[in-house]
Structure formats: C-alpha cells, structure tokens
C-alpha cells in the first residue's frame, strides 16, 4: 500500500476526511513511522544482509571495534569474507568465566564476536591480523522514514502487515496533545490492541523462522 492509502484508511476511522484536518498528514504519516519502528523492534519484521552499507564492514588489521549502523537492532549473523563459516556470538561475561585473559589474546584470525563490550560497536575475537570484511546478517530498522512530502511511498515492512499497523497508528494519533484530537480513552484501547497485534505477529514470525537444531547441535567449528 502506499502511505496515501494508509493515511487516507486511517482518516476514514478517525473520522477526519474533510478539511481543515485535525490530523496533518506530516502527523499521521509520523502515526505510521512510530507503529513501524514499533514493529521492527518487537517482531524484527526486516531481515537484512545484501544492504552494503549496512550489512558489510570493512575490517582493518590491528582493529578489534566497529560501529555499526544505529538502524540496526540485532545482529543475527556474522561471517568474515575471508572464511566459509559465521562467527560465534560471545558476551563479555562468558569470556570473563570461560576464557580467563581473552583480551590479552595475540592477533589472528577472530572466531567470535560480541556486541556488549561497548555500546553500538560490534567486538572482533581475536583481533584481526589481516584485513577483511564482516558481513552482517540483521534485524534492523526501514532505511527511510515515510515523509508526508512522498506520499506515493510504500513502507518497506511485509505487504502482508500494512493493514495490521493500523491499530498502531490509530492509538499514536489519539495521543495527540490537542483538545480536539487527544482521547485517552481510544489511545489506550488501540495501543492495547497494537500490542496484542505484535505479539501474534512476533509468535508467527517464530514458528515460521523455527528450525531442527538437533541434527547437528555441536558443529565442528564451534567444537573449541
């Protein structure tokens, strides 16, 4: 759907279609954007590895921390260019309990990564020797926010979920601080019934995405 549809629906409901309107398009287009983002975040709806200058990273020898792009809420997958395998996702207290002196390890080709050593950045183990690239499998964000000035955009969530932003979007505009559009009563009840929305949808997500672990839960290169 294009953000006009979206916008004109949702005016229909709010019972707003006549101008002067009490929401502006540049208000409910940023309705849609919050509900989006809510989405992203929650169900990690937007799955990612081919956008470049999100999803690779060039890696320098000597270099062991990268930022990462602020779009991105999870990374779900990593892989050295030079290397046919992904690379392991560590926390700093696993290695604290499990590695005793791990940052005071030499240089060499990393085998894990980690994202809670410093905030935004993604931490190489151990320290590349040899330049590279990381690339990235990722949760993320849409690209670009919907802007009233293009109204013929379409939102880069799923076709499927368009129509389900709706309560979403509904509960935002009542939120409105005006005496003619705040409703605290509607925004509370579309709110609830945004979250009920996400959490069927984040269910779907992980019986769709859900697989057999047990054919081969020790791999040979996580075997260390």
Known sequence: ????EIIDE???????????????????AGCVNRTINDLCIKAKIIIDSTTADICTISVVSGTKDYLYDPRIIEIKRARLYSQSYPLRKRSVYYLDNHKVGWES???????????????GYITLHPTPS?????L??????PLVRLSDE????????????????YDGILGYAYSKQDSETFDPIKA???????????????????????VDTNIDPNPDYMDE
């Open 1 to 4: 759907m294009l953000l006009s």
């Open 10 to 28: 949702n005016r229909g409901i709010l019972d707003d279609r006549v101008p002067p309107y009490l929401w502006s398009d540049k208000d409910l």
């Open 105 to 119: 390890d030499s240089d060499g080709t990393p085998v894990m990564y980690l994202i809670d050593k410093t905030t």
């Open 130 to 134: 040899a330049d590279d690239s990381l």
């Open 136 to 141: 990235l499998t990722v949760a993320r964000l």
């Open 150 to 165: 293009d109204m013929s955009a379409i939102p880069e969530i799923p076709a499927q979920y368009h129509n389900d932003i």
């Open 188 to 210: 509370e009840r579309y709110k609830a019934m945004w979250k009920q929305k996400i959490f069927e949808i984040t269910n779907d997500m992980l019986i769709n995405n859900s």
